[in-house]
């Protein structure tokens, strides 16, 4: 269903549902199927892509594209970011241009790497400065800090400072 507000200049195709209080700003396109929260703002000039489901009070800026993950509540995504194949949990703050794209994971498990696309699966309260990249397959714990422009890859115990 449709709660929120939708501004003028928006498209949305399929099946989208978005909770109340959310606001969906000029420009911005959803492709379903995707699940939106309530009191998020979107946009404006964002893209949501099919298979994603955002939480409650999540703002995802300007120019940014998220595709095939899950964004937790009280996550804020700064402007002209590239998430796909991700898992962001509660209360992260990440600033602009983040990229955290799925491809073949270095990460291996049970000394295998699994043939499936993997972005980053990034834990609770994490504060991420702008120009990150995460590597795919990167595991980042609770609440960590990344400060500008490192590249993220591997597992992150939690508390990690990533200077």
């Known amino acids: 269903g449709m709660g929120g507000t939708v ?15 959310t606001v969906v700003k000029a420009g911005s396109c959803i492709y379903g199927p ?3 929260g309530s ?7 964002a893209c949501i892509m099919p298979f994603t489901s955002i939480g409650d009070n999540v703002v995802i800026s300007s120019f940014t594209q998220i595709k095939n993950s899950v ?3 009280d996550v804020t995504l700064g402007p002209g ?4 194949d991700s898992a962001i949990d509660k209360g992260c703050v990440i600033k602009g241009r983040f990229t955290a794209l799925g491809g073949q994971s ?3 498990i049970n000394g295998e790497c699994p043939a ?3 972005g980053v699966i990034m834990g609770e309260d994490c504060k991420v400065e702008s120009n990150v990249t995460a590597r795919p397959g990167a595991m980042v ?7 500008i422009s490192r590249l993220l890859s591997g597992r992150l115990p939690d508390q990690s400072l990533v200077y």
């Open 34 to 36: 995707v699940v939106i």
């Open 71 to 73: 964004i937790g509540n």
């Open 106 to 108: 270095d990460v291996a």
């Open 7 to 21: 501004e003028n200049g928006v498209t949305i195709d399929g099946n989208v549902n978005i909770g109340p209080d």
């Open 81 to 84: 970011s590239f998430i796909s």
């Open 116 to 118: 499936i696309s993997v």
């Open 39 to 45: 009191g998020c703002e979107i946009g404006p000039h």
């Open 141 to 147: 714990g609770n609440y960590c800090q990344v400060q």
